[in-house]
């Protein structure tokens, strides 16, 4: 049986001519570890990786600066 765990990726980007960042992308995580695993949550689809923040779901932002 699989880990329950997920989590929300927010990608955002900058604003050209301003100091402001917006979202651009949304992705929900799912953990595919068995569960009780030790460590990092790791959904494997996409590669990514979270801590356990308890039972709350966990919300991952990161920005991305396009050319």
Do not use: F
Not at 2 to 30: D, F, M, P, W, Y
Not at 39 to 64: M, N
């Amino acid at each position: 049986m699989n880990c329950k765990h997920r989590a929300v990726l927010i990608v955002t980007k900058a604003v050209e001519g301003t100091s402001t960042s917006i979202a651009n992308q949304r992705v929900e995580l799912a953990c595919g570890e068995p569960a009780g695993h030790p460590g990092t949550h790791h959904d494997k689809r996409r590669d990514e990786r979270w801590e356990d923040r308890g039972p709350e779901l966990t919300h991952l932002l990161r920005h991305v600066d396009e050319p």
